[in-house]
């Protein structure tokens, strides 16, 4: 088949109904459409076909848009597609060089050009050896250009392409280097199904990555995911296929389509539980790191994952997605209770019996199937046991109204006790931010044996503190508010301080199997090493080293010890 043929066969069948009625609406060489797919291959006419629309293509995208060659442009992305639709062909489009010039169309600013060579790359995307002949490609800065100034539909084929491209890790690449996290995480502001759940599912993939996983937390995207767990918001969504698509696309009609659908209840359950797995997903992964799985503690998000645990009445034809998405919350629950720190507000409540097998579960374990012996045991208990459940999960819940108030601060939690008191988490009546309070019991023995004793030693207590909190400022030292009395107790409103003992940190790691990385430990070092030795002697430049071996450190500091 010459060129000439080709752009006479085009000729004629320039509406989408000639190609389907060529090709087959189910794809080029499916048993119902015929084997014109077969024919093609045979008589070259799959690298014909890839040689004239790349040559449609350079002339398009240089002169800019003419009539014809937007007609000829979509009608090639559809051929493609409808061949890419059989998976046994793909290879054909691959081999003939066809994928090269659906990648350099992402670029045209015809809408229906555009979406054409998304729909054919992603039906390319489904199978592995597609996918990697891709991602060698230059495609994730066309695709980010699409996701961060496009029109919704765009965005929405555009991510999920992007998902099945991110399995492959120079894509996972590209999206750190074309800074992808901010654009990706703009779109769970969205209010469609199918977008958000291929952009979560995106971020599952690439959070894998510490640097990623950071700026996704920097970012905010713990609370964006968290938002979307609650399931408050309104979501629309879609029937379409990618099939379905690339015919209405080719036809001229796909603006008016496909954008929301009246979706029955049960569709959009089905969907919004898909989609709250997706995030539990994200959240499994972040939890890796230590830093973002106390943050999602902080954020109420061990309350938010654990309503998700509890079994609810389900039609028997989405009671599989229900189980499934039982699984995922109590994989991100196990993650999180995985971290020696977090372990306590389990405990609150899970019953002894559906403890242990949380615990027998192991360390984070990512092999969804282990989850569902527990989710078993957990819809198997009775009503009265469930409520039970139910109930000690709202009582972890950190945004329900305090019980009790102490002066002007709501307490919210107990962070431990001492010879001297205890301490609390708490917050202003009107406020937001938290802080600890310390709670000390002025008839302790070591405050005096008579009233006027105590009264003197609070009075200095007070007086110190007064002065600590206007004189001593320092990144490094507890910040103190304010002091007072209150029911022959003194208080002491002081700065919250998150983190977690360095030990339990080199726990954590051990149990992921994980390694300190060099720069890190240097970190670590430096900060040991400025509050050891007085500035005087560190920083003097006789003590600079541009090098140092481990002899050397040794060295160093047996001398400071000494």
């Not at 000439?4 to 060529?22: A, F, K, M, N, P």
């Not at 020696?340 to 409540?349: A, H, L």
């Not at 790691?509 to 070092?525: A, H, P, S």
Request: glycine fraction near 6%.
């Amino acid at each position: 088949m010459s060129q000439e043929g080709i752009e006479d066969y085009l000729s004629v069948t320039c509406t989408q109904g000639e190609v389907d009625r060529q090709v087959g609406k189910n794809g080029v060489g499916d048993p119902s459409g015929g084997n014109i797919g077969g024919t093609l291959h045979q008589m070259n006419g799959v690298d014909v076909l890839a040689q004239f629309m790349e040559t449609t293509c350079d002339t398009y995208l240089l002169y800019g848009e003419e009539d014809f060659n937007v007609d000829k442009l979509v009608n090639l992305t559809y051929i493609f597609q409808k061949l890419a639709a059989v998976k046994d062909q793909r290879e054909w489009v691959i081999a003939s060089g066809a994928h090269t010039t659906l990648v350099k169309l992402l670029a045209a600013r015809n809408s229906n050009v555009l979406l054409g060579a998304v729909l054919a790359l992603t039906s390319l995307a489904e199978s592995t050896e597609c996918r990697e002949k891709i991602s060698e490609l230059s495609i994730v800065e066309s695709l980010m250009m699409i996701l961060h100034e496009y029109d919704l539909l765009s965005k929405r084929l555009a991510a999920e392409l992007l998902r099945l491209l991110c399995s492959e890790s120079d894509v996972k690449k590209q999206v750190k280097i074309y800074d992808g996290v901010p654009t990706l995480l703009s779109l769970l502001h969205s209010d469609h199904l199918k977008l958000l759940r291929s952009v979560v599912w995106i971020l599952v993939q690439i959070c894998e990555d510490p640097e990623i996983s950071f700026e996704i937390r920097t970012w905010g995207g713990i609370k964006q995911l968290l938002h979307i767990l609650k399931g408050e918001q309104y979501l629309v969504s879609d029937r379409s296929s990618i099939g379905s698509l690339s015919s209405a696309n080719a036809a001229g009609r796909l603006r008016h389509h496909y954008l929301s659908e009246d979706l029955s209840p049960r569709e959009i359950q089905e969907n919004t539980l898909s989609l709250q797995a997706a995030c539990c997903a994200a959240l499994t992964e972040l939890v890796l790191n230590d830093t973002t799985a106390y943050h999602v503690v902080q954020e109420n998000g061990v309350y938010i994952i654990g309503k998700l645990i509890l079994p609810s009445k389900q039609n028997d034809c989405i009671r599989s997605k229900a189980s499934s998405l039982q699984c995922y919350a109590f994989r991100a629950l196990r993650f999180i209770f995985s971290m020696e720190r977090n372990r306590d507000v389990f405990k609150r409540f899970f019953p002894p019996d559906l403890f242990e097998m949380f615990i027998d579960i192991g360390h984070y374990i990512r092999d969804i199937n282990c989850y569902e012996e527990l989710v078993s045991k957990l819809n198997a208990l009775p009503e009265d046991e469930l409520k039970q459940i139910a109930d000690n999960i709202e009582g972890i819940n950190q945004n329900k109204s305090p019980t009790k108030f102490i002066g002007n601060y709501a307490i919210l939690d107990h962070l431990g006790s001492g010879a001297f008191g205890s301490v609390y988490k708490v917050r202003k009546r009107s406020g937001q931010i938290l802080f600890a309070m310390k709670e000390i019991n002025l008839h302790n023995p070591a405050f005096g044996k008579d009233k006027k004793d105590r009264d003197n030693n609070a009075e200095n207590i007070v007086s110190e503190l007064s002065i600590i909190k206007e004189q001593l400022c320092h990144p490094n030292i507890v910040r103190y508010y304010r002091t007072f009395l209150e029911n022959d107790n003194l208080y002491v409103v002081m700065e919250l301080i998150e983190g977690a003992p360095l030990g339990e940190h080199f726990k954590s790691l051990k149990e992921k199997k994980q390694y300190f990385i060099e720069e890190r430990l240097w970190n670590i070092f430096i900060q040991y090493f400025n509050n050891k030795i007085s500035l005087d002697l560190i920083l003097h430049p006789g003590v600079i080293l541009e090098s140092i071996s481990s002899a050397d450190l040794s060295s160093l500091i047996q001398d400071v010890q000494n």
